[in-house]
């Protein structure tokens, strides 16, 4: 049993009066130095799936919460039916406000951390209340759609003329997602062993609403304005390496931070051998450490590109300290 962490689950009840699945992760040894806030991906849930990021940034120090989207995981809901993406972001941003609001945590700083279709939501929640949240992680985020990957302008109408008709047909073609996106085979088969996760084809509501997020999204970069850290595996085929560097590139925010990986996949925390999970979630928790709010100090952060070693390929920002 590791003393580092508590972990606990519960229930929270949406606007649409459904029970959604919440889990936390919390250090036992102090105050939780800032809070994090996981949104899943696609046909995922937290508690098993994201459970090693839990555990780690917990005995790092910091808060951990999660929520199952409806229908997703834990939660009620028909499995991975979404039919209205903003009832996704509308409830994290309810869910999450609600533990922010708690007497013990007011003050902490607060960060979103999204992975894959995660990394759209987390970017609405900020598009919804721009100076709410205190920075974000993407991890291989569907911020946009691959030009590789974007469907042909006749097949959209098509189906968008079906989708009212037979909404939740899973009926859209898609490629066994688990097997692109996890590297380690290991880790692919305790994947594919956990039950919460969907691993059916996509209801046709569900592909155009992943659609017109993921188009929602692209088309707003430039509002991007808080400090962030994106990463990404250069050999990704889920989610195109473009589309990171696309929303570092477009992003107004003044403190951001891209990491490429050369040869890991999408499954970056998740997929990955032991080495390179280790590695990603040194960087993730290294630049939590950053910017994680202090009482005795305020850093200001200018975004000045270098390269580092360690085979990766990365953009990090000049950092100025100013004391208190």
Known sequence: MDLRFVYREGYWKNSREMRLFTCKWLPISSSPKALIFLCHGYGMECSRFMKEIGEKLASAGYGVFGMDYEGHGHSEGVRCYITKFDNIVNDCSSFFKSICELQEYKGKAKFLYGESMGGAVSLLLHKKDPSFWDGAIFVAPMCKISEKLKPHPVVVSILTGLEEVIPKWKIVPSKDVINSAFKDRTKREMIRKNKLIYQDKP???????????????????????????????????????????????????????????????HGLTAGETDENTELVLGDIISWLDKRAKSNASLEFYLPVPTYKGRNINEFQEGRFRASL
Not at 224 to 238: M, R, S
């Open 203 to 265: 209801r046709l509501k569900t592909a155009l609403e992943l659609m017109r997020a993921s188009l929602s999204v692209e088309t707003t970069l430039h509002e991007v304005t808080l400090p962030f850290l994106v990463l990404h595996g250069e050999a990704d085929k889920v989610t195109d390496p473009e589309i990171s560097k696309a929303l570092y590139n477009r992003a107004s925010s003044v403190d951001k931070t891209m990491k490429l990986y050369p040869g890991m996949w």
